[in-house]
């Protein structure tokens, strides 16, 4: 008996960076993919440290990326 017969896989994720793809063409997905992932861990996760580190006064350091491009 086979189970994953009737399954459905759904990623909605990969669905739309298919559609964007297959509208865009190749160069234009990673560039789209790069920003969001880039954007997701410089506004998300350093935001969160900075948040953390100003309301507590925590030494917590934060991501290479804003060393690198000389913001902190």
């Known amino acids: 008996m086979n189970i994953t017969k009737n399954i459905n ?3 909605p994720i990969l669905t739309k960076i298919k559609n964007y793809y297959l509208a865009n063409g190749l160069i234009k997905t ?3 993919i790069v920003f969001i992932v880039i954007g997701t861990k410089i ?3 350093n935001g969160g440290i900075g ?3 100003y309301l507590f006064g925590t030494k ?3 991501g ?4 690198y ?3 902190l």
């Open 9 to 11: 896989w759904n990623f």
């Open 69 to 71: 491009l000389g913001v």
């Open 60 to 62: 917590i350091p934060y």
């Open 43 to 45: 506004i998300i996760i």
């Open 51 to 53: 948040l953390i580190n």
């Open 30 to 32: 990673l560039i789209w």
């Open 64 to 67: 290479p990326v804003l060393y």
